[in-house]
């Protein structure tokens, strides 16, 4: 019995859930860890990134017989040069729209709630379905306008802790690019024969599958905040830059992240001129459709090879356990973990295989 593939997974499970249980009982043992995780965290995830972004610039520098110390040198120098001219081109007026929105945000809300006044008074007026829905949203004014304050002192707290994540992203950057090659000798260098050559492919896909998504992910959206602030200045939508930035941003979340971009301009918008939201909505559907049928396809291809229904999932699943992040990293997370699991399946046949041959 033993020998059967159920009672295997039935003892793997109850093992996982066992060290699980185990974990949460003595969690305060690993409260240390717990911290020094949390403070690694933001800067090695930040480091990662462009680690995966200036990979391809430091190949290529090395390919014209730069060394090392010289290409990591450059590819410092590129992304201070690329910061300064985002600054330099984009950040005043960014400054300026964020300090009028903030300016501005009593009154938007203002405004908020005396549309929502108005249908709650004149629901009588709409269908049931409606007026009950009407209810739900307008007693929840109140709790978004306080959540619209707290947001904002995160924010200024956030601001502090980039001046640290200024100090160690730099480490985090530098060993990567200059140590990377190391990594996955370093890892098989624990295992011999047959599970080496695994660990070292299995490390080749997880890194495959990183660089896809990274590098196609971040221009993808860069790409449709372009989009977004083109069609927002030229319906003069009032915080243009600010919102397509926003947009830029969420769109690294998949499939939710544009909705999320969208509620912002829809109220401002609409606040602006009611009108108005309308040409938001068609300029929010024809950047996504240009997005997911034109420049998604050629830029990230099926590099992941996930279904839509399955993303979806994920991050609904992922943003219920870990929030943000959760949703952030959740489909990162599922590819590399398909891989592995496709490359333990894969493992497993090329045995049952051979097993079969020398049969």
Do not use: C
Not at 97 to 108: A, R, Y
Not at 294 to 310: A, E
Not at 321 to 334: D, E, R
């Amino acid at each position: 019995m033993t020998n059967k593939r159920w009672f295997q997974i039935g003892v793997a499970i109850l093992l996982t859930l066992l060290i699980i249980f185990l974990f949460i009982k003595v969690q305060s043992i690993f409260s240390p860890l717990v911290i020094i995780g949390q403070t690694i965290f933001m800067p090695l995830l930040i480091g990662g990134v462009l680690f995966y972004l200036t990979r391809p610039l430091l190949k290529w520098l090395e390919s014209i017989k730069f060394p090392r110390w010289a290409s990591i040198l450059s590819v410092f120098v590129v992304i201070g040069l690329v910061g300064w001219g985002f600054y330099g081109l984009v950040g005043p007026k960014l400054t300026t729209q964020v300090n009028m929105l903030v300016e501005n945000t009593p009154e938007i809300i203002s405004e908020v709630q005396q549309f929502s006044k108005y249908f709650t008074e004149d629901q009588e007026r709409f269908p049931e379905f409606l007026q009950k829905t009407i209810t739900e949203v307008s007693g929840k004014v109140d709790t978004i306008a306080l959540g619209a304050g707290t947001l904002f002192i995160k924010f200024i707290q956030n601001v502090f802790q980039g001046v640290f994540l200024f100090v160690l992203v730099p480490f985090f950057l530098v060993y990567m690019l200059k140590d990377h090659e190391k990594f996955a000798p370093f890892v098989a260098g624990f295992f011999k024969g047959d599970k080496k050559t695994w660990i070292r492919k299995t490390l080749a896909d997880i890194d495959d599958v990183l660089r896809s998504y990274i590098q196609g992910q971040l221009f993808v959206s860069f790409l449709v905040g372009v989009m977004l602030f083109i069609g927002y200045f030229v319906i003069g939508l009032k915080y243009a830059l600010l919102l397509a930035v926003f947009g830029m941003m969420m769109n690294v979340i998949p499939f939710l992240g544009p909705y999320i971009a969208l509620v912002p301009a829809l109220i401002i918008a609409f606040l602006q001129e009611p009108k108005m939201a309308i040409y938001v909505a068609i300029i929010m559907l024809v950047s996504q459709q240009i997005e997911s049928n034109l420049i998604t396809p050629n830029v990230m291809g099926k590099s992941l090879d996930i279904h839509p229904l399955t993303v979806i999932t994920i991050i609904l699943a992922a943003g219920n356990i870990a929030g943000l992040w959760g949703i952030i990293l959740g489909v990162p997370t599922y590819a590399v973990i398909k891989a592995i699991l496709k490359n333990i399946y894969a493992h497993r046949e090329g045995i049952k295989e051979a097993a079969t041959e020398s049969v």
